[in-house]
């Protein structure tokens, strides 16, 4: 089964996801308390702005260890659902995926290089005027703090460009096969269905990901502003969905065209018949002709029929309904925010 860098790290440590999750969060979170201590907050009245903040990125990336567990699986189970369908023995099988994109370390090394730039220039954790004002709201310059804000920011990053990476290079995954004979049944495409939940779980793990952001961030208003936002939130994964499962549509159109040849030279040939009957007055054998070429026009349009997408419709509810949580996340985040104004008005 293919690895990337992430499992391979993971695989090292000899813990399992949970536990690496855990333990890079816990020591993220230590830092902020040492960083929020050097500063003075722990001495300050409670400042909810500050802390939400700065919890923000341990956040993000725990759920982001969590999330790729998952996606491990649905990734192996998809690639094992292909396996009884390529016409190669195990060893050019396990050749052709060693050629893929995720075992390109040189380009996921520069994905997450490309983050952590992209994280630090984000946040600018040396900036105290910077964008998450978190290092104003406590009205102190502690060095410990632009610390854990490098720290945070840089790994927070790093993982996010990692993971943008990973996940669009299951476009290409699969593409490879598409230039090897497969054994596909165009009238029972379950064999595929597995590709569908790993592009889902994908497109899931962005959307979770982007509400449990909307629950740190600070108040959000209704504005352009908001919707722009909240529109990205959502196009990002559906469009990460899609071309995930692009390679495999390719596949299932070039099945289905084969099918579609297959049965338009058959009419031919039976159109050819019937009028070499008709001209030789032979018309015992129209019947059987007609009954053929009515048999090949039901079967061209079953063909037509077969969608070309490898999800069901189960899958395509649970993205629609997704697509609702990051709007969600806003609700209750307003809603419990107002509630706290009510029960401590010093927030």
Do not use: C
Request: proline content about 5%.
């Amino acid at each position: 089964m293919p690895s990337t860098l992430v499992e391979e790290a993971v695989e090292r440590t000899g813990m399992s996801w949970l536990q690496v999750a855990v333990a890079v969060g816990l020591v993220l979170v230590l830092l902020l308390v040492v960083a929020a201590f050097a500063a003075g907050v722990l001495t300050a009245p409670f400042d909810v702005n500050f802390w939400r903040v700065g919890l923000l990125r341990p956040a993000i990336i725990v759920y982001v260890l969590l999330a790729l567990s998952i996606l491990e699986r649905l990734r192996n189970g998809a690639i094992e659902s292909l396996r009884p369908l390529a016409r190669m023995d195990d060893g050019s099988f396990g050749h052709l995926l060693a050629e893929g994109p995720m075992f390109n370390r040189r380009l996921e090394w520069l994905a997450v290089a490309m983050g952590m730039v992209a994280g630090l220039l984000l946040w600018r954790p040396w900036d105290y005027s910077g964008f998450s004002r978190m290092w104003l709201s406590v009205g102190a310059r502690s060095e410990w703090l632009v610390l854990y804000g490098l720290v945070a920011s840089g790994l927070w990053g790093g993982l996010q460009g990692w993971t943008v990476y990973s996940s669009l290079s299951g476009m290409t995954l699969f593409a490879g096969l598409r230039h090897h004979p497969l054994d596909i049944n165009v009238f029972d495409l379950r064999p595929l269905e597995p590709i569908g939940r790993w592009s889902l779980g994908i497109a899931l793990a962005f959307i979770g990901g982007s509400a449990l952001s909307l629950l740190f961030v600070p108040e959000l208003t209704p504005s352009v502003e908001a919707l722009i936002l909240y529109g990205v939130l959502i196009l990002t994964p559906v469009l990460v969905f899609f071309l995930n499962m692009l390679s495999t549509r390719q596949t299932i159109v070039a099945a289905k065209r084969r099918e579609l040849d297959l049965v338009r030279e058959n009419l031919a040939a039976l159109s050819l018949t019937l009028e070499e009957g008709t001209a030789k007055g032979q018309p015992e054998h129209t019947p059987a002709v007609l009954d053929s070429i009515g048999a090949w026009v039901g079967y061209e349009e079953r063909v037509g029929k077969v969608p070309e997408w490898p999800y069901t419709a189960d899958i395509r509810r649970s993205l629609l309904l997704s697509t609702f949580l990051p709007l969600a996340a806003w609700l209750i985040q307003e809603v419990v925010l107002d509630l706290l104004k009510r029960l401590v008005p010093s927030l």
